[in-house]
């Protein structure tokens, strides 16, 4: 059976899909694997695809930029359910392999929710129901040697299978704590294992910069006949029943957003902060950590974040001449206890003879009260993360900075974005989903000592300088990770 068919029959998801609201997403799928179409189809083809001609053949990828509530987790699992149970590639499968039909998602709750559409789909039909050989809390092996597994986009858990078909649920949103550019490299990933059986590699999100691989894939292909085919609809059209009175009262409160969020519009205002070959520059090749010299003063910014998600950190930097060099990081993620984090962070500080700390006011007193009972100093910064990260940037530029080679600072760094308020003011954050715990106790220890006089700085060519900077004297001999180096499970 077909994807138009599967959709339409009574006796399959009729009653889900093939209702007048469903008519738009029919077309696209349609299209997508070459079916021919009405004249109906074609008129909504040639809206969602900007393309002048109608298709011929099936299509390799399909991109769809898709605004909120339009439907597209549903339409993921049952692009998922139809490659895994309605396509045969048992012909082509090796003794004891799988066909597998991969849904990723942005987290953990997108993962669920795909699922239970997923297992929804199957069981709401008797036959599809007995295909069912085993399903537990991420997969559903099917009798046809197919495995629909859902999971949440990880390019360390891609490599390996051999997929039927790639279903990449809102991609837009994919962050991670391995890589600054998850997307991509998981794509890249992903793309090898499904050669073998050809299948599909299915994209789906709402916009968000024009940045990654759903802008890239939009930029190159949207409008032009290709095998890729992208696809780009407000939420609206895709879901005729969503109250239009949503769309206008989230126009009302934020139009950027909205305009992204609703009418699939790839955000304007949103603008990567720093590049990263602005991060690599200022970046020391091999140095993690430099031990405490005499005759340098140092300062500590902490960023005391807790809860679930946030990372508990602390970073340390001297100045030499009118250089910034960041000496030290830590970073606790949860779960951990706070009090023990501060007697760590404590007894670090006055390693580097450091009496005082300046933090945000997250937790109020309780920061300041735990800092002083083990003798150090916590007094309050007095301009915001977004402030500290603007004024940062023309030292970065100008390579007023030295960082430590430190995977989870340049991705936190690479990822900033700077954002445009309607009042014009710029906001510089984190991305959704993302973390800027790290960045924000570096970029804080490195504007504590815009408020220091400059002392005159030494330097000397080393060799191994590959950024042509030359290196501060000694700086040999403390780039080595010593007795002050990062331990296990830090990052």
């Known amino acids: 059976m077909n994807i138009r068919e599967v959709m339409t029959d009574p006796a399959l998801f009729g ?32 809206a969602l695809t900007g393309r002048e001609s109608v298709p011929g053949s099936a299509h390799d990828e399909l991109w769809m930029t898709i605004g909120r509530r339009g439907g597209k987790s549903q339409n993921a699992a049952l692009l998922a359910v139809y490659e895994a149970a309605f396509r045969d590639h048992a012909d082509r499968l090796s003794p004891g392999e799988m066909a597998t039909v991969a849904v990723l998602a942005a987290d953990r709750k997108q993962a669920r929710a795909v699922f239970r559409y997923v297992a929804g789909l199957l069981r709401s039909n008797p036959m599809l129901e007995r295909m069912i050989v085993r399903e537990d809390k991420e997969s559903i092996e099917l009798s046809n040697r197919a495995v629909i597994e859902i999971t949440t986009a990880s390019f360390r858990a891609t490599r390996g299978a051999t997929y039927g078909c790639v279903i990449a649920d809102e991609i837009a949103f994919w962050r991670s704590d391995e890589s600054a550019n998850p997307d991509a490299e998981i794509i890249n990933a992903l793309r090898p294992g499904l050669a073998t059986l050809g299948g599909p590699l299915i994209c789906l999100s709402s916009p968000y910069a024009r940045r990654g691989v759903l802008w890239d894939a939009y930029r190159r292909h949207y409008g032009k006949d290709s095998n890729i085919l992208v696809a780009q609809a407000p939420s609206r059209t895709m879901n005729p029943e969503l109250p239009e009175r949503v769309v206008a009262e989230a126009m009302a409160r934020d139009p950027a957003s909205a305009r992204a969020e609703y009418m699939a519009e790839f955000r304007t205002d949103v603008e990567t902060f720093v590049s990263r070959e602005t991060v690599d520059a200022c970046t020391v090749p091999g140095r993690q950590e430099l031990p405490p010299v005499p005759d340098t003063q140092y300062r500590a910014f902490t960023d005391p974040s807790g809860g679930s998600k946030d990372a508990f950190t602390l970073a340390i930097s001297h100045r030499e001449g009118d250089v910034v060099v960041v000496d030290a990081v830590r970073a606790r993620k949860p779960p951990f206890s706070p009090e023990a984090v501060v007697s760590e962070f404590c007894e670090l500080l006055k390693q580097y003879r450091i009496s005082s700390v300046t933090g945000d006011r997250y937790a109020g007193e309780w920061p300041r009260e735990q800092f002083k009972k083990r003798g150090i100093a916590y007094k309050l910064s007095d301009r915001p993360a977004s402030d500290i990260y603007r004024d940062i940037l023309p030292l970065l530029n100008s390579g007023r900075v030295e960082l430590l080679e430190n995977d989870a600072l340049q991705r936190e760094l690479i990822g900033l974005e700077r954002r445009t308020a309607r009042s014009g003011k710029d906001n510089i954050s984190h991305p959704p989903n993302g973390h800027d715990d790290i960045v924000n106790s570096v970029a804080g220890s490195i504007i504590e000592h815009n408020k220091q006089r400059s002392t005159p700085r030494v330097r000397s060519l080393a060799s191994g300088d590959p950024a042509g900077r030359g290196l501060s004297a000694g700086m040999a001999q403390r780039d080595a990770v010593g007795p002050f180096g990062f331990d296990d499970g830090i990052f």
């Open 15 to 46: 009653a889900q899909f093939g209702g007048p609201s469903w008519e738009a997403w029919r077309a696209l799928l349609a299209g997508f694997y070459g079916l021919p179409l009405t004249d109906a189809e074609a008129e909504h083809w040639h």
